[in-house]
């Protein structure tokens, strides 16, 4: 999308000279992780006591769902952004999330909620990844890492939140409907938020390109931007497999931790605290670490963070009170805190400003087949050998994904800085 040369010199980058955009769409991702929080701390409970499952594998299902379908819309959604805009693929997103909380409110079989899951995951796929590639637009090649840690913040944040609020509505009013009532604001906020506020950013990777004299696979392929960010490139497929991994334990997070609670006699409004607790402190570390990944780098952040995620995850699978559980799940946030935007702005360092978003979608897609294979590992280890068993599982796949992190991804930072001084970003 061209910009007038009357309307040229208005576009800048950076987050100081977008200030008013960048925080119109941290407000509208609020709204995006919002949408998730409602399921977080009362879905598996609505699974086992009103549809009466009982195998772990069925009750995660919608985890399996959710997450597929989102993986595969994150990959579309960067290809959309490239060629349609990325205005019209976050309206899109929202238009997509419409139907979703009535069909939670009122889906009188199980296969209506994944269903439901379906729609909230082509939802997701476009709305997060669209604000995702956008801020990154705006940003510009220096705060990569803070835009991404104010972008992650306020989607975990408002997961944190809107968990906690459903989590205390169910425990006073009932599982359905009422703790889902606030998903119909946070669809009608997001959708006239984008029509009429949020501006295309396609005119700032316009600007950034002109800038950059690196010819680095500037003309890649579909197929070779898929290939680059899963296989051959070790920077950005290192960033896909922990990625990856990272939803792998969210996923057994969301979808395994209340039955865990709950079979420790946590009350629905001490799980919903517990299912707050851990993308809270997420959220907020956000702020802090994703500036920080600007100025210290990113590898070694992201190899630590998967280490402190494992830990936690193992705090809670030996764990029996609250504190206890309170504990690992605040490990957990830290560690998640210190990966996820650490992650994209690593993304962000190495790929080519004209196909950046494209490979965004495909990091994504791998990130969040993580939920699907996460539900499916835990499930079906959950099944055979209980809960406690499921959580170490996936707490060793956790620091196994560090230890590549370790030792195949290079310093994309100082590959960054060391560009920036030949004129390549």
């Known amino acids: 999308m061209k910009k007038s040369s009357k309307n040229a010199p208005e576009v800048r980058l950076g987050l100081r000279e977008n200030l008013a955009q960048f925080s119109l769409l941290v407000l509208v991702n609020a709204f995006v992780g919002a949408m998730i929080g409602m399921e977080r701390s009362i879905l598996p409970a609505i699974a086992e006591e009103e549809f009466e499952l009982a195998a772990r594998t069925a009750i995660l299902s919608f985890i399996m769902v959710f997450g597929v379908t989102k993986a595969l819309t994150n990959y579309m959604a960067g290809r959309w952004s490239d060629r349609f805009g990325r205005k019209a693929v976050l309206i899109a997103g929202w238009l997509v999330a419409a139907p979703v909380p009535f069909l939670l409110m009122w889906a009188p079989t199980w296969s209506w909620i994944l269903g439901a899951n379906v729609l909230l995951g082509i939802s997701q796929g476009l709305t997060w990844s669209t604000t995702v590639i956008m801020k990154i637009d705006l940003a510009g090649p220096r705060n990569r890492g803070l835009a991404m840690g104010l972008n992650e913040f306020a989607g975990y944040f408002a997961v944190a939140l809107s968990a906690l609020a459903t989590g205390f509505i169910a425990a006073e009013y009932g599982l359905r409907p009422q703790p889902f009532y606030p998903g119909i604001v946070f669809v009608v906020l997001g959708t006239l938020l984008s029509i009429f506020a949020v501006r295309e950013t396609k005119h700032h990777v316009t600007l950034e390109s002109s800038q950059t004299t690196t010819t680095d696979a500037a003309t890649l392929s579909a197929f070779g931007v898929i290939k680059r960010t899963s296989f051959t490139d070790p920077d950005l497929s290192s960033v896909s497999q922990a990625g990856l991994v990272n939803n792998l334990n969210d996923g057994m997070a969301w979808g395994l931790f209340p039955l865990v609670f709950a079979a420790a006699s946590m009350s629905l409004g001490e799980i919903g605290t517990l299912a707050a607790i851990y ?15 600007d100025k210290v780098g990113r590898k070694g952040l992201i190899v630590a963070g998967m280490w402190t995620q494992a830990a936690g995850i ?112």
């Open 314 to 425: 193992v705090v809670i699978a030996y764990g029996a009170t609250f504190w206890v559980f309170a504990v690992g799940a605040v490990l957990l946030g830290l560690g998640t805190a210190m990966v996820y935007p650490t992650l994209l702005a690593a993304i962000g360092d190495v790929a080519h400003p004209s196909w950046r978003a494209s490979s965004v979608g495909v990091y994504r897609l791998w990130r969040d087949m993580g939920y699907a294979f996460g539900a499916l590992v835990a499930g079906i280890v959950a099944d055979a050998f209980g809960l406690s068993v499921a959580t170490l599982t996936i707490a060793a796949l956790t620091f196994a994904s560090g230890g590549v992190v370790a030792v195949r991804m290079r310093e994309t930072l100082r590959t960054h800085a060391a560009a920036s001084t030949t004129g390549a970003l």
């Open 279 to 293: 993308p809270a402190v997420w959220g907020l570390g956000q702020l802090f670490t994703g500036a920080w990944s």
